[in-house]
């Protein structure tokens, strides 16, 4: 009887292995090839720094990582199991592949337009300072150096801070190992490029985002009642699972699906459109879909994302990752230094309007900063907003893009300040409350 039981207890375990913990595998072993090929062939960062660094983070840092040089790709698994390869292309990023893909099925690039010489924020010279009378300096820089850690501390693990007054940089700091043309990964603030797009096509009178969501496959039941407009507030009702613990809708849309695009497409209804509000990486990247959809060729879609906006506001450091099918990942995968996050941040400042050119209406960005009804103050249009007083210490009209381990661009209008900050702690390690009231503070008006 003791061997029935203890035969039972294995084959329970075995199941438990195969079911949970071993698709989990898939996931860390797919989370660390992806990252190491993006940190490596984007940004130039060694194995070492990367495994040390970006992947030292809860069980991420069980994977055992190679890199190939010559073939420009990385491989990863756990404990020899689940092992996952990411290929880097220049030009569109590292992807994680599956076995089925055709590595040498040829792939289209961007065309990018470089950006002419010039002073920041319209060129990448950083000019002589501007001293602003009503700067308190040595408040303001105190404010930036407290974000950072003191030497061989990993608590607030800061890469970057930008401060931005009046289009000035006000003040500038990075980690030991980065500087002015590190590339460092957005994470979700990609959602708030991917959202800027469809301000742009409404600008040029191409889109209308209270029009039905242009999906073939909703138009027979409940959810042909969606309209774009839903999708930029995460208000469409779809079902969503957004919990990077576990493994749910957004980490197998990552680390396993083709075509990202198509996840949230297939998901039923959960409730009716414009009633409840659900943070969706899914949703961002049928965006991604939708505006493939508006172009005849897959190469204008890549084009218009650098030559209507990233590269027309010059953030030439800026590389947009595919997923397998080609289509931009525009949920979670945007890289840029500082500096240039800093410019997009500028844009929405200024109103939609770039050096004279209005790229975006002011209609678009109040949009884009106004509350959706469900969201509570926190969300606007692809955007996190603070009308609710999520930081009680800091302006409610502050809205800000938002990634996963503390990357944000904050925009508050009645300081004109953008504040970049790049890292890789988040909320729930890095007080970001009293990080932005101590620079906003130095500001006097």
């Known amino acids: 009887m003791m061997g029935f039981f203890l035969f039972l207890l294995v084959l329970l375990l075995c199941g438990f292995f195969g079911r949970i913990v071993y698709r989990k595998l898939d996931f860390f072993s797919g989370f660390s090839a992806k990252n190491v090929a993006s940190c490596h062939f984007i940004d130039n960062r060694p194995l070492d720094l990367i495994e040390s660094q970006d992947n030292d983070f809860k069980v991420f840092g069980l994977a055992s990582n190679t890199l190939f040089e010559k073939g420009k790709y990385a491989t990863a698994s756990v404990f020899g199991l689940q092992k996952r390869k990411a290929i880097y292309r220049e030009g569109i990023g590292a992807t994680l592949i599956n076995k089925d893909f055709d590595e040498s099925r040829?792939?289209?690039?961007?065309?990018?337009?470089?950006?002419?010489?010039?002073?920041?924020?319209?060129?990448?010279?950083?000019?002589?300072?501007?001293?602003?009378?009503?700067?308190?300096?040595?408040?303001?820089?105190?404010?930036?150096?407290?974000?950072?850690?003191?030497?061989?501390?990993?608590?607030?693990?800061?890469r970057a801070v930008v401060v931005i007054y009046k289009?000035?940089?006000?003040?500038?700091?990075?980690?030991?190992g980065f500087d002015e043309t590190s590339k460092l990964l957005g994470w979700s603030m990609a959602k708030s490029i991917t959202g800027a797009l469809f301000g742009a096509l409404e600008q040029q009178g191409k889109f209308d985002i209270d029009k039905p969501a242009p999906i073939p496959e909703w138009q027979n039941d409940g959810r042909k009642n969606i309209t774009t407009r839903n999708l930029l507030q995460m208000n469409s009702g779809l079902e969503w699972v957004e919990d990077y613990t576990k493994i749910c809708d957004v980490t197998r849309m990552l680390y396993?699906?083709?075509?990202?695009?198509?996840?949230?497409?297939?998901?039923?209804?959960?409730?009716?459109?414009?009633?409840?509000?659900?943070?969706?990486?899914?949703?961002?990247?049928?965006?991604?879909?939708?505006?493939?959809?508006?172009?005849?060729?897959?190469q204008e879609y890549l084009d218009f994302w650098y030559t209507?906006?990233?590269?027309?506001?010059?953030?030439?450091?800026?590389?947009?990752?595919?997923?397998?099918?080609?289509?931009?990942?525009?949920s979670s995968?945007?890289?840029?230094?500082?500096?240039?996050?800093?410019?997009?941040?500028?844009?929405?400042?200024?109103?939609?309007?770039?050096?004279?050119?209005?790229?975006l209406s002011p209609e678009w960005v109040k949009f884009t900063s106004t509350p959706t009804d469900t969201s509570e103050g926190r969300y606007g249009a692809q955007f996190w907003l603070n009308a609710g007083g999520h930081f009680p210490d800091v302006p409610r009209d502050m809205y800000y893009c938002n990634g996963f381990q503390g990357q944000m661009v904050a925009i508050i209008p009645s300081k004109d300040l953008v504040i970049v900050h790049l890292g890789l702690k988040g909320e729930d390690c890095f007080d970001f409350n009293d990080f932005l009231q101590s620079v906003i503070a130095a500001v006097k008006k």
């Open 106 to 158: 040829p792939f289209l690039v961007p065309k990018r337009v470089k950006s002419k010489p010039g002073f920041y924020p319209y060129g990448d010279v950083k000019p002589e300072e501007i001293v602003f009378t009503n700067i308190d300096y040595n408040a303001l820089n105190a404010a930036v150096a407290n974000s950072f850690d003191i030497s061989g501390q990993k608590e607030k693990r800061t």
């Open 256 to 298: 396993q699906a083709v075509d990202m695009g198509k996840v949230q497409i297939d998901k039923p209804l959960a409730f009716q459109p414009n009633t409840h509000w659900c943070y969706s990486g899914g949703t961002t990247n049928l965006l991604s879909k939708i505006l493939r959809y508006q172009f005849k060729s897959h």
């Open 308 to 330: 209507n906006l990233i590269d027309k506001i010059g953030m030439n450091s800026m590389v947009l990752e595919t997923d397998m099918i080609g289509n931009y990942v525009g």
């Open 167 to 176: 289009n000035q940089i006000l003040a500038e700091k990075y980690a030991s």
């Open 333 to 359: 995968y945007g890289w840029a230094t500082a500096r240039d996050w800093g410019k997009f941040g500028l844009l929405y400042l200024n109103q939609g309007n770039w050096n004279g050119e209005q790229i």
